[in-house]
């Protein structure tokens, strides 16, 4: 489980730092963290640990810890509060294999800044997500579609061969469950991750994915 849950972190601080540089910020990633010195995008975090047992001072001093900062502890074992910092929310990594392909329909690629400002703004995060993301080769962002043509849900896909991390899942119906099949449907064949909050487990889990392991994110307020 120690695996899936580095691979895990590897994939969601590669897409962190994909959305970081369609802002104009660089990263730095190492057998440590990725981290970002200046505060990265609104929802994402400032530093992502790759390894369980990182230095949580030296950690720090590779970002801007002030007010507003925030780390991901991908393997829940920092204590960051001596520092300013508080739990924001704790989760779970999760992992589907390669499976049979499911019998929903999957989901339709955004493929025009004009198609993404409207799934931006179908999933609430308005200018994060920059047309950038649609030229990089590791990203696809996905949507589902009612009969009119209105966007009901979506998700994002980031990664390559080695498997691909699910991110920005969203729906504006009452059935979560379908959106994580429509996923699935998408890329049957493909090692996906990612992670959830322990509430929201139950529609991935039905989807086919399993818990790897958990993590914290901290948040400086």
């Not at 390894?51 to 393997?75: M, N, Y």
Request: a negative charge.
């Amino acid at each position: 489980m120690l695996n899936d849950a580095r691979a895990a972190a590897r994939n969601n601080a590669e897409w962190c730092d994909i959305v970081c540089a369609s802002h104009g910020l660089t990263g730095r990633t190492d057998a440590e963290a990725w981290s970002v010195p200046r505060r990265s995008p609104p929802w994402y975090p400032d530093a992502v640990t790759l390894r369980p047992g990182v230095d949580a001072e030296a950690l720090l001093a590779r970002i801007d810890a002030g007010a507003g900062a925030s780390v991901k502890d991908s393997f829940a074992d920092l204590d960051l509060s001596g520092y300013g910092f508080r739990v924001l929310f704790d989760a779970q990594w999760i992992h589907r294999p390669p499976s049979p392909p499911p019998v929903d329909a999957p989901l339709t690629p955004v493929s025009t800044p004009d198609e993404l400002a409207a799934w931006a703004a179908a999933h609430g995060g308005g200018d994060l997500f920059r047309p950038a993301l649609l030229t990089d080769p590791r990203v696809r962002v996905l949507a589902r579609h009612d009969d009119s043509g209105v966007i009901t849900g979506g998700a994002v896909l980031s990664g390559g061969d080695g498997g691909y991390g699910v991110s920005n899942l969203f729906t504006s119906t009452d059935d979560p469950e379908a959106i994580w099949r429509a996923v699935c449907a998408t890329l049957p064949t493909a090692s996906l991750v990612g992670y959830e909050e322990t509430p929201d487990l139950p529609p991935a889990r039905q989807a086919g994915f399993l818990p790897t392991g958990p993590l914290t994110v901290w948040l400086n307020p």
